[in-house]
């Protein structure tokens, strides 16, 4: 296990099947390990938000006991098309 | 059983501007925010201690401020464990929320965004718990709700999730039709016209 943006970012994309992440580390801005994060997947298609969050948590179940604060964005690919900055 | 929980409605907005008070003048996050705000500030601090007291006896733990309560003792969770005490503590309320502070001093940015968005669609009277006065309730709420973080927002008992998802459904308007599921008319309904879907 390691908190790097980039181990995150691997996990995330592995696990969800992502087209597309984003990982943040805030931590500068929270005085403690932070992150924020960006996953685009199909596999979120048809879920709430609730259970497409907690599909990001169970991926990073190992990570996020040891992360102070975590933000995350969870779309579709067809929601991103529509919201990915031009 | 000894005073129970009192119904813990936050009226903040009752007393704009009034500072939450602790007994014993020491910092935020005393004794006096084991309790959410019922509109009783100001004089008479001796009384709404022994409210705090009794809240805080229903955990079965004087963890105030980082120290026990002497002479308060271990109050067993007769009633059930802590799971059955915290799925009554989300349901006794239509909205409850699990912070780092209190609606009128939230103690971190993702606790504050939750309360000022109700703040924005006039939700004032919720539940507000501040899981910085007890590490039990800090830990407790996460297996509970199997979620990682504070704070943590329930909607008629269920969990809605954190200030990421509050956020998003204020933003698409879901929150609205969430809260008019509750009886609880949005105060953004009122700045503009709706039309009707």
Redesign the interface.
């Known amino acids: 296990m390691e908190l790097s943006a980039d181990y995150l970012r691997e996990k995330l994309r592995q696990d969800l099947e992502a087209e597309h992440v984003e990982v943040e580390d805030t931590t500068l801005n929270r005085c403690a390990t932070s992150f924020r994060v960006l996953v685009v997947s199909a596999k979120f298609e048809g879920k709430p938000?609730?259970q497409r969050?907690?599909l990001v948590?169970e991926c990073l179940a190992e990570e996020?006991?040891h992360i102070h604060?975590?933000?995350?964005?969870t779309l579709t690919p067809e929601q991103w098309t529509r919201e990915r900055p031009k | 059983m000894i005073g129970g929980i009192k119904p813990v409605l936050s009226n903040h907005e009752a007393h704009p501007g009034a500072r939450p008070m602790s007994a014993s003048g020491g910092p935020v996050g005393h004794l006096g925010h084991r309790q959410p705000r019922v509109g009783r500030r100001g004089a008479g601090m001796s009384a709404s201690v022994c409210r705090s007291a009794a809240a805080l006896l229903r955990w079965g733990r004087g963890a105030v401020g980082g120290g026990r309560l002497p002479g308060v003792g271990v109050r067993a969770a007769s009633s059930g464990g802590q799971a059955e005490q915290l799925d009554a503590m989300v349901k006794k309320d239509k909205v409850v929320v699990f912070l780092k502070g209190t609606p009128e001093q939230p103690q971190c940015g993702?606790s504050n965004a939750v309360v000022q968005i109700l703040r924005l669609h006039g939700v004032r009277d919720y539940a507000a718990y501040n899981v910085l006065d007890d590490p039990e309730l800090r830990q407790g709420i996460k297996d509970y709700s199997?979620?990682?973080?504070i704070p943590q927002v329930y909607l008629n008992g269920e969990?809605?999730?954190?200030?990421?998802?509050l956020l998003?459904?204020h933003q698409n308007g879901d929150l609205v039709e969430e809260l008019k599921k509750l009886g609880i008319r949005s105060a953004l309904l009122d700045e503009k016209n709706e039309d009707s879907k």
């Open positions: 938000l609730l969050h907690r948590n996020l006991p604060a975590f933000e995350q964005k | 993702f199997n979620w990682p973080t969990f809605v999730g954190g200030c990421d998802i998003q459904m």
